[in-house]
């Protein structure tokens, strides 16, 4: 008697073909196997169920770039310098015009590949002194230099010439490190880190040696830079007060200001031990190089020079899509050649090209550069402020006041209607605000026709000419 036992609930049982040899040929055998718990099929929906949703969060994750609503004509001025932090950003527009602001939110945002070329602007709220202002470092240190020439003698090449200005560049270097060791980041070094942990941040150029920057978590970069990517987010294109090398055999390390004493440069402690073990061994000197610190001076390269080349070389490549010029007037002409660069490469990607500094720039920048869409004067530290404070009432976009000041429009729009005549008074005092006369008045700086529109006009008129000829 033979009993079938009944596979149990909790199993799967498929019956397999199998092939077995008994030496006088293959015979076909049928097996059961037990599955536990569910079918292959249900098995196999549901792994391609969980792949779905992995793939969905993938997809899903970065956010979508919103289409932009408007964009400034080229070389459009925004005046934030009476910006109120009390009050929120829409709700003084009768002095910081509410288009630009939403471009500068819009760029800030939503660009996904942001450069960034900063300058001493951005650190002045720190307490690090801009070195070429009329209260800046310099200033100071003009008494501290002999009659006649300025404090920008102390970061000139030939610093070294003599022992007197050797001793005044050591004692400004110990003053630099000092202050820079006691400042904090400021707000708008922290607005870049943050976009940097975004994901967001293609890179940072600064031509701060300060190091607020790299202090930040996801701002760091590398002394000496990388020869390969991938690349720090941030390259310092003047060096970092930070660091020291040998002039001669290129040893690196973190600066000890306390070798920066006194009228002559310090030996370095590499070419020292190499200098006593070739003396030892009988060979002949080659001399000890000196150590200086890891900045650049004027009328000088900067060591890592072919390195930041090849960095801002892939960066063009990357097409950026912002560009943010902020605390600097461009006034070193490599740094404005990469400005150039950038700000040509972002604006064929449509994108945004924002200037940020207490002053605006000056024509012949502005010439230069070619596309600046907006150039917002005032202080720095406030545009991440502006770009938050956009942000919570398009979220959120009727604050207490501005529903306060609806209702008493809607209200007087009613007494109107009652009244069966529209009162022109009231319907001026609403067009006011949101007219496009306002843009007229807007500042910009003009541009000349250029030479490239004149050349199509005459191109154009020769044609005519030729082909009234024909005729
Ligand atoms: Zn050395």
């Not at 959120?396 to 006041?401: A, C, E, G, L």
Request: overall charge positive.
């Amino acid at each position: 008697m033979s009993m079938i036992t009944p596979p149990s609930s909790q199993t799967y049982v498929e019956v397999k073909d199998e092939k077995q040899d008994y030496g006088d040929g293959i015979e076909l055998l049928k097996r059961e196997v037990a599955y536990p718990l569910t079918p292959p099929n249900e098995r196999v929906l549901q792994e391609e169920m969980d792949q779905k949703k992995k793939l969905e969060k993938v997809v899903t994750k970065p956010k979508r770039k919103p289409r932009m609503k408007y964009r400034p004509e080229n070389g459009t001025i925004l005046n934030i310098s009476s910006y109120d932090e009390d009050i929120p950003i829409l709700d003084q527009d009768d002095l910081i015009d509410n288009e630009d602001v939403s471009f500068l939110h819009y760029a800030l945002k939503y660009s996904r590949k942001i450069t960034c070329v900063t300058g001493a602007g951005i650190s002045v709220a720190s307490g690090i002194p801009d070195f070429r202002s009329s209260n800046g470092l310099f200033q100071g240190l003009k008494s501290a230099t002999s009659s006649g020439s300025t404090g920008k003698a102390l970061f000139d090449s030939n610093v070294y010439r003599d022992y007197e200005s050797t001793a005044k560049f050591h004692a400004m270097i110990r003053q630099l490190y000092e202050l820079t060791n006691e400042s904090e980041p400021t707000d708008f070094h922290k607005m870049l880190n943050d976009i940097s942990k975004d994901g967001r941040l293609l890179r940072l150029y600064t031509q701060n040696i300060d190091c607020l920057e790299t202090d930040l978590s996801d701002l760091q970069t590398t002394v000496p830079i990388k020869s390969n990517p991938p690349y720090p987010p941030t390259i310092q294109l003047h060096g970092t007060i930070k660091y020291m090398y040998c002039s001669k055999c290129r040893w690196n390390s973190t600066l000890q200001p306390e070798l920066f004493e006194g009228n002559e440069a310090p030996a370095c402690p590499e070419c020292t031990e190499l200098d006593e073990i070739r003396i030892l061994s009988g060979k002949r000197s080659q001399g000890i190089g000196c150590l200086r610190p890891r900045i650049v001076l004027y009328n000088e390269f900067h060591p890592d020079g072919e390195h930041i080349g090849q960095v801002s070389t892939l960066d063009l490549k990357s097409k950026p899509d912002c560009l943010i010029i902020a605390g600097t007037s461009l006034k070193i002409p490599g740094v404005r050649k990469l400005v150039r660069e950038l700000a040509r490469s972002v604006h064929a990607a449509r994108g945004c090209v924002i200037w940020v500094n207490v002053d605006e720039p000056t024509v012949s920048v502005v010439d230069f550069v070619e596309h600046i869409d907006l150039i917002v004067t005032g202080d720095c530290q406030n545009i991440p402020k502006i770009v938050d404070s956009y942000d919570q009432q398009i979220n959120q976009p009727k604050s207490k006041k501005r529903v306060k000041k609806e209702v008493k429009q809607d209200q007087e729009q009613e007494f109107v209607k009652d009244e069966t005549k529209q009162s022109p008074k009231i319907k001026q005092t609403k067009s006011i605000k949101s007219s496009p006369s306002t843009k007229t008045t807007k500042k910009q700086i003009s541009k000349p026709k250029s030479k490239k529109d004149t050349k199509i006009q005459s191109r154009l008129e020769q044609l005519v000419t030729k082909i009234n000829e024909a005729k």
